[in-house]
C-alpha cells in the first residue's frame, strides 16, 4: 500500500505542478472544473447513491452551480464557505451524534457536496488568477503535501493517542502536531526563500497554521462521510490513495480557508 502511494504520489505530483505552471488561467480553470465534476461524481457514493441516472443528475446540478458562481463575487462565496467550516469542525467532533438528520438524508448529504466542492474550485481559480497566483498555489500545495505527509509517517512511527476515534482510528494527536509544525516550517522556508520583511512573518505563519488545520478537518469530514456510507474509499481511480476525493479532501477545505485568509491578510496589511 506505501508503495503504491508513493508511485501515485511520483506521477500526481510533476503533473499538478505542470498544469499549475504551463496552463493559463482559463484552461486551468476548465480542467479544474472538468476535476471537481469528477469528485461529484465520487461525492454521490458518499451519498448513497446507486442509479447511474441520479448520479449523473447530481453531476449536472453540481455543473449548473459552478457556472453560476462565476457570477458572485469570490469573497462571498469563501465567506459562505468558511461558515460551513465551522459546521463540519463541529460536526466531526460531535460524530456520531447529530449524525441522524444529515446521515439520513440524500439531499443533505448532495447539499453538503455543493458547500464542499464549489468553494474550493472558486479558491483555486480565484488564487491562480493574482498576480502572484501560480507562487500562491505552490505555496498551498507546499502546505498540504508537507502535513499530510509528515501526519502519515510520525502517525505510523509514534502515534499513540486517537485524534478522532469514531471518525478516523488512524490519525493521531502525535500525526496532527507534526502537521501544525511542519505548516511553520514550510510557512517559514518560504518566507526566507522570498524574502518576506519580518513583520509580516508571524501573520503569514498563522495562516498557514490555520491552513493546515482546516486541511485536517476536511479530511476527517470526507472520513465521516465514507463511515456514514459504509464505504472504505470514495472511489478506486489512484491507486494506494482510492478515489479522487480521497486525494483531494484536505484541499477541499484548506483552498478558501487559505484564499480568504489572504484576502483579509491584504486588507489588514495594506
Known amino acids: 500500500m506505501l508503495k503504491q502511494r508513493i508511485l501515485t504520489a511520483l506521477i500526481l505530483i510533476p503533473f499538478t505542478l505542470a498544469l499549475l505552471v504551463y496552463l493559463p488561467p482559463a484552461g ?13 461524481g465520487e461525492w454521490s457514493n458518499l451519498m448513497g447513491v446507486k442509479r447511474v441516472s441520479r448520479r449523473i443528475l447530481y453531476v449536472g446540478i453540481i455543473l449548473f452551480l459552478m457556472i453560476d458562481a462565476l457570477f458572485i463575487p469570490a469573497p462571498v462565496i469563501l465567506a459562505i464557505a468558511f461558515i460551513w ?32 466542492l464549489i ?14 497566483g501560480v507562487f500562491d498555489l505552490l505555496f498551498l500545495f507546499l502546505l498540504i503535501w508537507g502535513a499530510d505527509s509528515v501526519a502519515y509517517f510520525v502517525g505510523k512511527k509514534w502515534g499513540k493517542t486517537k485524534l478522532a476515534p ?31 520583511p519580518l513583520p509580516i ?11 493546515v488545520l482546516f486541511s485536517v478537518v476536511g479530511d476527517l469530514c470526507e472520513s465521516m462521510l465514507k463511515r456514514q456510507a459504509g464505504l472504505k474509499d470514495s472511489g478506486s ?12 479532501d484536505s484541499l477541499t477545505a484548506a483552498a478558501p480557508i487559505f484564499a480568504l485568509g489572504a484576502i483579509l491578510l491584504g486588507v489588514f496589511l495594506g
Open 28 to 40: 486551468f480553470c476548465i480542467v479544474t472544473l472538468l476535476m471537481t465534476l469528477a469528485a461529484a
Open 85 to 116: 467550516w465551522l459546521w463540519a469542525t463541529v460536526a466531526v467532533l460531535r460524530y456520531p451524534r447529530g449524525s441522524q438528520g444529515w446521515g439520513r438524508s440524500v439531499l443533505l448529504r448532495g447539499l453538503m457536496g455543493v458547500f464542499v
Open 119 to 132: 468553494p474550493c474550485w472558486v479558491a483555486i481559480n480565484y488564487i491562480r488568477m493574482q498576480s502572484d
Open 166 to 196: 469514531e471518525v478516523s482510528p488512524g490519525k493521531s494527536v502525535q500525526g496532527f502536531a507534526a502537521a501544525m509544525l511542519s505548516a511553520i516550517g514550510i510557512a517559514a522556508a518560504a518566507l526566507a526563500f522570498w524574502k518576506v
Open 201 to 211: 512573518w508571524p501573520w503569514v505563519i498563522a495562516l498557514a497554521m490555520v491552513t
Open 237 to 248: 481511480l489512484l491507486p494506494g490513495h482510492g478515489g479522487l476525493l480521497d486525494r483531494i
